[in-house]
């Protein structure tokens, strides 16, 4: 019996929460204030009729997960209404217009990084937003911005900025803000930007947002990571100024600019279509020094672009010109089934294009062979030289041959194991009569013997080794003969002998004198 009533217990105390949990609902400004403050976790706040509001805050307030259903209706602030979304989940959802006119919905985070607590908004398809900025991740004295997150699939029309986090955030652990795809951000006003990424945070674009302004996309710190969408600056000019707090760049689809908080940016653009009289703008219009600049890196793995951004594609990346624009694009290698013969070029390839090639005869080869002696017989540094294998390489469109002239071509031939004996390696060029024309440099690089040229025809792998030169023999000093030899002793000798004659002398001499 016991064992039953605590199990009944356990089950009401995981049922409570939920039973708690309800719908509530708001027609007037009072009765949505006093909703927000009775609320629990879990409980949704339906409009149930337009309130305009008349206090200068509506907040959101408190650890717990609330939403709120516009319900087809409308919340309008008094000119200086700011709507404040602080700790907890919040969701904005139903089709509604939330008007903040002079102000702005803003989402305060975190001092401490260690903090467990969150702060999430999150905007459905259906909700509006207009004000003078739409939503501001803001930084401060009394409130940090760790843990927080936007996840916005609405609209926004601000008349200055669309959504911004402000240059105060620089802990590492930024605000995470996720443009969905539904998302429609437009700044109105002459000079304004969609999305200004003041603050250190992380901003993640989705395939199918739409982001639009002066410019479309500013970063001065953090990270933006663009994987689709539409982003467009409007304005017709230019125009980039030193700014310690604010926008400096009008006229870019997006513009990279470091702040003087000099903090590092990371831009990787991998998809979307971005216009603007410069669509992607790069500049260390505050003149920080170039140690801080370094820190700035941009890298587009694709996208459209409405100019040139060729200096900003990622390795094996290209920019290939369209009737669209500019489309950045993974540089295409084309490639035998065999494995045998590979071409790349510097400039984008169509993607129908196939490689076609055709090795030639043993005849043909033989024939290419004894052109090639005929042009190593006077080289006196080479020797061992064969012709060891020759192709026609061509591009072709699956119908026809496509002209591959005036580029930048890496071409690579494999080569059997046993000719990969040789010192080096060349590769010759024929023309169309079969005369050898041409004498290209090459390497051996994992079996492959790779070259670059600027043109497509016949080409054939010659092998070589080096002549060894031989040393300059040093000549053996001489070795004295037999009659240098006697000549040696005999002056010896008189040498020898002169010698005691002297000394005999002097013997006699003392022997006197005594």
């Known amino acids: 019996m016991k064992k039953k009533l605590l199990f009944l217990v356990a089950a009401l105390a995981l049922f409570v929460p939920s039973v708690m949990a309800a719908e509530k609902t708001a027609g007037t400004e009072e009765e949505l204030t006093k909703a927000l403050s009775e609320a629990v976790t879990g409980d949704t706040i339906k409009l149930t009729d337009d309130i305009t509001f008349s206090s200068d805050y509506i907040r959101f307030k408190g650890e717990k997960e609330l939403t709120l259903d516009f319900n087809n209706h409308n919340l309008t602030g008094n000119g200086e209404t700011t709507l404040i979304v602080e700790n907890g989940v919040v969701t904005f959802t139903g089709k509604g217009t939330l008007d903040v006119k002079d102000s702005y919905v803003n989402v305060w985070g975190h001092e401490e990084s260690t903090s467990k607590k969150k702060t999430v908004l999150n905007v459905d398809k259906d909700v509006t937003i207009l004000g003078s900025t739409g939503i501001a991740i803001f930084y401060d004295v009394k409130h940090g911005a760790y843990n927080t997150e936007v996840n916005f699939a609405g609209t926004i029309k601000a008349t200055k900025i669309g959504i911004t986090t402000n240059g105060e955030i620089l802990n590492e652990n930024g605000p995470v803000v996720n443009i969905k795809k539904s998302a429609t951000i437009t700044a109105t006003g002459e000079n304004g930007t969609g999305i200004y990424c003041a603050g250190n945070g992380t901003y993640n674009i989705e395939e199918g947002a739409t982001i639009t302004g002066g410019t479309g996309i500013e970063v001065r710190a953090g990270k933006l990571n663009v994987k689709g969408g539409t982003i467009t600056g409007t304005a017709k000019k230019l125009v980039s100024e030193a700014n310690d707090g604010g926008c400096t760049t009008i006229g870019a689809g997006i513009a990279v600019v470091q702040h003087t908080t000099q903090l590092p940016i990371e831009v990787n653009i991998t998809s979307g279509t971005i216009t603007g009289a410069e669509a992607l703008y790069v500049n260390n219009t505050q003149g920080n020094p170039a140690e ?223």
Do not use: C
Request: hydrophobic share 35%.
């Open 292 to 514: 801080d600049w370094a820190k700035v890196k941009v890298v587009a793995e694709g996208g459209v672009f409405s100019t040139d951004v060729t200096k900003y594609t990622a390795d094996k990346y290209v920019v290939k010109k369209t009737t669209n624009g500019y489309e950045v694009v993974e540089n295409k290698i084309l490639e035998t089934k065999d494995e045998k013969v590979s071409f790349e070029s510097d400039k984008a390839l169509d993607s129908d294009l196939k490689l076609e090639v055709t090795e030639k005869s043993k005849e043909e080869v033989t024939k290419g062979n004894e052109k090639v002696a005929e042009k190593y017989k006077e080289e006196k540094k080479v020797k061992d030289v064969k012709l060891i294998s020759l192709y026609d390489i061509n591009v072709t469109d699956g119908i026809q041959v496509v002209p591959m002239e005036d580029g930048k071509f890496t071409i690579a031939i494999a080569i059997p194991e046993s000719e990969q004996k040789y010192d080096a390696y060349k590769v010759v060029y024929f023309d169309e009569e079969g005369k050898l024309v041409e004498t290209l440099e090459a390497k051996l690089v994992d079996g492959k013997v790779v070259f670059t040229t600027s043109h497509l025809s016949t080409y054939g792998v010659v092998g070589y080794n080096n002549v060894t030169e031989t040393p300059t023999e040093t000549k053996p000093e001489k070795n004295p003969g037999t009659a240098d030899i006697n000549l040696a002793l005999i002056i010896g000798a008189i040498v020898i002998s002169a010698a005691g004659v002297v000394i005999t002398s002097k013997k006699i001499s003392a022997k006197v004198t005594r």
